[in-house]
């Protein structure tokens, strides 16, 4: 029964425990405690069963943990009660008793002193943990200590023992805000460290601690610091250097000017610093505008040459302008002294000459008297070609080799046999052409051809002349390299933009700027007749040789033909490698000359070594690459302005190239063009020196005379640069122009045309004053007409696009380049319309006008299609009939126009056709605006 008690005790303590940590419901239900909300506190004295430690002893009190009020048991313990003490056993005199629990003894000795028995001995053999008897409280260091004591309670003060648990209570010490403090009892730290002062006595010199940054003028500050890391905003240390100049500020004072504005170039300023104002030492910046030209610089040489020197004169040059070297066309200066050299009059055989310039006798009178009777049959005293009924005629000679064409016009002979190609007249339905030539029919009749004998009134009739032999060999424009050089940055939709309006035009002829350090970048080896391609110094695979293979697939693609153009050696070479600076053949700029292309001139046989250079590239192009668009090369196209040419190493290298090209059988692939002069307008062959001149004032064609004789036996064809004409230029003007120079090139079976032209209305190398007017768009159109009815077979016009021309932009183009969004420009009108209805191997059928502001020309073209192109530079419209009654005649021709209102615009497109033109009855009516172009063709 007592155990069935305890157990029933124990359990009802156990459910007070566990409803004293939950909260009952009203239904008296108990609520289970929530999941992870309590945190034990063993606060609680609970004597209970299941919280005993230790059940007393004869010496202690009972131990029982601390526990929870949710019943939980700590690890720490509390005493209750006394101890049970000794008991049981019976003590003698001589023994203490023992006891009958723990078997110690304990209790006094009896004394038998007493009246009732024996007295009580102390016997201090008690152990009681409780206050009464505490001799010490226990530390950090030591547990509590405790007096023995006597059954009887009295306790001895002099000897104790140790009981209990020691505390966790430290003391003493100081902590510090590095140091916690050190107990003093036990010697170990404890606690926390001490609150920190802040002292901001530190000098941290780093960005997290900067007040102000330094400027010129002032070091840049720090905030000072505590050592824990915190600033102290309120007080700040200079340290460091100052900083340099900023060079942002813009003044514009004596003091700060740089340079003074110039044709090219306004004022530029140096930067100032916005802290101090101190000048840049380099940095500067442009402001205001140019101003005029400065002719100040006496510069003599060939460029500024006005006259040269004469007997009794020095030879007089252009003042230049001192910053962009144009030359004036006013003031001049004299420089040297006179030549000496007499001019003019004819020796004979008796009296001297008498100059023409200053009355003197002058030379030797005449050894010799001509005697023309050598028959030599040569290109040098060929009179008259072979033709279809008649024999070549050449002058006869004197044993001196002069022939006899300026002394006796009856003095020559025939030779060979008659070609028998007749030529000119216009067949009918009733009869066939007659040659203009020899008086033959020949040929067939025409089926269907018409007699126009009247056209509308008001308009004015122009009927088609008789064709020419020669063909047209294309229009088109220069196309060089640069476009797609690194300096212009073409993305590969900008490249597709160039090769859309090239199709779009109908290109048909280019001229590309070549020169041999593209590809032979340094002298393949000593041997002029042997090309090593392995030498590190041949590279066909440059940069610069990439950036031509581009060019040419477009134009392999598109049926355009190519002038590839050697201009001659470059001394301002840069390979966009970096590795070449100049010429092998040529030198640098500044090495003897100062011009940028220059003729041959270093190594032991310089000629030869640019003949062979040409001919192995030619080679390469044609057989290795397998390009069929060059159809013909030119070189020195400009030779009247290069250094060390002459006449006579030119012809050199032109019959070493044609050799050459002849042992690899390219001779009848490609066509040699030879040039006549940087300009037509000033054309003169020097005959007292053998180099080249530029020395008339007007027009004439005996450079051109001497210069293809000279070459004929290694010229097919003759292209010249064209710069002499304005807007203002008649077109009767530029017609006699054409005729001049065709006449010399027929002579010698050539064909004429121009290499490239424009404008005499330059302000730079690459910009004239009407590039971007009307004006131009104008002047392309009557060029046209007037050059092909003169017989021009061909004309490039300079330059395609615009576009970075070593480092300096080119303005000619026919439309814009990206700085402008590839815009058009009026003469993109003119000339796109022209070639898009053209083509290669034409024929032409001259219109002759009346009118001086009406000029128009007639092409069939090789598909059977016709073109007719008028202008007009008249301040009126003009109604004009062209008549053709030809059998093979356009029934039906579109209409298409440009005027001066056509505005430019981003979409490179030909104009569209304004209306359509019916030719049934062979004649074409319509109206010419008033400064306008007209193009009527049936070409689809």
């Known amino acids: ?31 289970p405690p929530s999941v992870n909300t309590h945190t034990c506190a063993y606060t609680k004295e609970v004597v209970a069963s299941e919280y005993l430690k230790k059940a007393p002893t004869c010496t202690t009190s009972a131990l029982y943990y601390y526990s929870c009020e949710c019943g939980e048991k700590g690890d720490d313990f509390f005493a209750v009660g006394e101890p049970n003490g000794h008991r049981g056993g019976t003590a003698t005199e001589t023994e203490q008793a023992v006891c009958i629990v723990c078997h110690k003894p304990y209790g006094e000795l009896l004394s038998p002193d007493t009246p009732d028995g024996p007295a009580h001995t102390h016997v201090y053999d008690q152990q009681k943990a409780t206050a009464p008897y505490q001799a010490s409280e226990a530390t950090c260091k030591e547990q509590a200590t405790y007096y023995y004591s006597c059954a009887c309670g009295e306790k001895d003060t002099s000897r104790t023992f140790a009981y209990g648990d020691k505390t966790d209570n430290h003391t003493g010490g100081t902590a510090t805000e590095t140091e916690k403090a050190v107990c003093t009892v036990c010697g170990q730290e404890y606690g926390d460290y001490a609150a920190h002062s802040h002292v901001y006595d530190k000098q941290v010199a780093t960005d997290a601690y900067q007040a102000s940054e330094a400027t010129c003028k002032e070091q840049a500050t720090y905030y000072y610091s505590c050592s824990c890391g915190e600033k102290d905003t309120s007080s700040a240390f200079a340290y460091g250097e100052l900083a340099e100049h900023d060079y942002t500020k813009e003044k514009r004072t004596s003091k700060y000017l740089a340079s003074d504005a110039t044709c090219k170039t306004p004022k530029t300023y140096y930067y100032c610093c916005s802290e101090c104002d101190a000048v840049s030492a380099d940095k500067t910046y442009e402001y205001g505008n140019v101003v005029s030209h400065s002719y100040l610089t006496e510069e003599a040489t060939v460029v500024y040459l006005k006259d040269t020197a004469r007997c009794n004169a020095p030879a007089t040059y252009y003042y230049s302008c001192e910053w962009c070297g144009l030359a004036s066309t006013t003031d001049y200066f004299e420089y040297g002294t006179a030549s000496g050299n007499h001019t003019g009059g004819t020796a004979t055989e ?141 993305t590969d ?57 581009q060019l040419l697939d477009a134009f392999e693609e598109n049926g355009v033909k190519v002038d590839l153009s050697w201009y001659g050696c470059r001394t301002t070479f840069n390979s966009e ?15 003897n000359n100062s011009n940028w292309m220059v003729a041959p001139w270093k190594t032991n046989n310089p000629n030869e070594e640019y003949a062979e250079s040409v001919a192995e590239c030619l080679d390469y192009l044609f057989n290795t690459k397998g390009y069929t668009c060059i159809n013909e090369y030119s070189i020195f196209p400009e030779p009247d302005g290069l250094y060390k040419l002459t006449t006579e190493s030119y012809i050199a290298i032109s019959t070493s190239i044609e050799s050459r090209l002849a042992q690899k059988g390219l001779s009848d692939k490609i066509q040699f063009s030879g040039p006549a002069s940087m300009d037509i307008a000033n054309e003169k062959y020097n005959s007292s020196a053998s180099t080249w001149g530029n020395t008339a004032s007007s027009f004439d064609t005996n450079y051109l005379q001497k210069f293809v004789s000279n070459g004929s036996s290694v010229f097919e064809k003759i292209t010249v640069s064209a710069y002499p004409f304005t807007n203002a230029t008649s077109n009767a003007q530029m017609l006699a122009t054409a005729k001049a120079y065709v006449s010399v090139c027929n002579k010698y079976g050539l064909s004429w045309g121009i290499a490239e032209c424009g404008t005499s209305t330059a302000t730079s190398n690459v910009s004239n004053a009407d590039a971007e007017t009307y004006d131009r768009a104008m002047f392309m159109a009557r060029f046209f007409i007037n050059l092909v009815n003169g017989g021009c077979t061909n004309i490039k016009y300079f330059v395609f696009s615009d576009c970075g021309y070593d480092s300096t932009l080119n303005e000619l183009g026919l439309f814009y380049f990206r700085n402008k969004n ?21 024929e032409v059928f001259p219109i002759t006008s ?18 007719y192109v008028a202008a007009n530079n008249g301040e009126t419209a003009k109604k004009v009939a062209i008549v053709n009654g030809r059998a093979d005649r356009a029934r039906s021709m579109n209409l298409y126009e440009v005027k001066a209102s056509i505005a430019g615009g981003s979409e490179l497109k030909v104009v569209s056709a304004k209306d359509t033109v019916s030719t049934e009855n062979g004649v074409a009516e319509f109206s010419i605006p008033a400064n306008g172009v007209v193009v009527l063709s049936n070409k689809a």
């Open 350 to 490: 008796t009296t001297q000459a008498i100059c023409d310039i200053c009355g003197t006798p002058y030379g030797e009178t005449l050894s010799h008297v001509h005697t023309y009777t050598k028959e030599v049959v040569s290109a040098e005293h060929l009179k008259q070609a072979a033709t279809c009924g008649a024999a070549a005629q050449y002058w006869k000679s004197c044993t001196c080799g002069t022939d006899a064409e300026f002394a006796d016009a009856t003095a020559y002979f025939t030779a060979g046999e008659p070609t028998g190609k007749h030529t000119g007249g216009t067949a009918t339905t009733t009869s066939k052409a007659v040659c203009t030539v020899c008086g033959q029919s020949y040929g067939d009749l025409l089926l269907s051809e018409i007699t126009v004998s009247s056209v509308t009134s008001g308009y004015t009739r122009y009927d088609l002349g008789t064709p020419y032999a020669n063909k047209t060999e294309g229009f088109g424009t220069q196309f060089d390299t640069c476009i797609v050089e690194k300096q212009n940055g073409l």
């Open 577 to 591: 490698d970096g590795l070449v600076d100049g010429s092998w053949l040529g030198g640098t700029l500044g090495e």
């Open 493 to 549: 939709e900008e490249w597709q933009l160039q090769v859309n309006a090239l199709k779009e035009m109908n290109l048909q002829n280019v001229r590309v700027r070549f020169y041999p350090e593209m590809y032979e970048r340094g002298n393949d080896n000593n041997d002029p007749y042997s090309f090593d391609f392995s030498s590190s110094s041949v590279d066909f695979n440059s940069l610069e040789m990439q950036h031509l293979y």
């Open 850 to 867: 009346a009118d001086s502001n009406v000029c128009i020309t007639a092409l069939k073209l090789p598909d059977g299609s016709w073109t």
């Open 1 to 31: 029964m007592k155990k069935l008690w305890a157990n029933l005790t124990a359990a009802l303590m156990t459910l007070s425990v566990f409803a004293g940590c939950n909260k009952g419901t009203d239904d008296g239900n108990i609520t």
């Open 822 to 842: 590839f815009a058009a420009k009026p003469v993109w009108y003119t000339w796109s319309l022209i070639c898009r209805y053209t083509d290669i191997g034409s």
